[in-house]
């Protein structure tokens, strides 16, 4: 009977030393520790980018969509404010910018049933983006971005303006992220 309440004092301790000793271990190494090199945070923003200015941005697509530089320009400002990294900005008192161009909107058949019926349409919309340093003076991102949404062949024009929004969404999303995490 002595051994056995030995052994389990003997595992207390056992557990006492891993939650005494390698719980605050582990907290350390998987927080930010001050001086540390690298944090599971993700990667920050220059420290000396704090506002942002987004302009309209210009529609070279040719697709003829009624407000789509205003829709996309509003998503992508509202997707910044959210993000909450930046302020926005006018062009003059910013220390970045980002200048966009809606280069192509497709729309296209996505599923056909075997008997040659449409099902589903898929509207792809693309982007091109500058991401310019306007404090140090150079460039950051200069790339496309494109992302899609799909609806209903027969669903009329409420179907096709509610993909299309939807489309405009995601890119946003991906350039926010972009321009945020990116480092």
């Not at 030393?17 to 582990?26: N, R």
Request: hydrophobic share 40%; with cysteine.
């Amino acid at each position: 009977m002595s051994r056995t309440i030995d052994a389990e004092r003997a595992r207390g301790r056992r557990k006492y030393f891993v939650h005494s000793l390698l719980l605050p271990a582990l907290i350390v190494i998987f927080t930010d520790c001050g001086g540390c090199p690298y944090s599971f945070t993700g990667a920050s923003l220059p420290p000396h980018l704090e506002t942002i200015a987004i302009p309209y941005a210009v529609d070279k697509s040719g697709s003829g969509e009624p407000g789509l530089r205003e829709t996309f320009t509003e998503e992508l400002i509202q997707q910044f404010i959210d993000d909450n990294n930046f302020q926005i900005a006018d062009r003059s008192d910013a220390d970045a910018l980002l200048d966009c161009a809606i280069t192509s909107v497709r729309d296209q058949y996505a599923a056909v049933t075997a008997g040659e019926t449409a099902q589903t349409r898929r509207i792809t919309v693309t982007v091109s983006v500058d991401y310019k340093d306007l404090v140090e003076r150079k460039t950051l991102m200069s790339r496309q971005f494109s992302n899609y949404a799909e609806y209903a062949a027969g669903g009329g024009l409420d179907a096709r303006k509610a993909a299309l929004d939807e489309a405009v969404e995601k890119i946003c999303e991906d350039i926010t992220l972009e321009v945020v995490s990116g480092w």
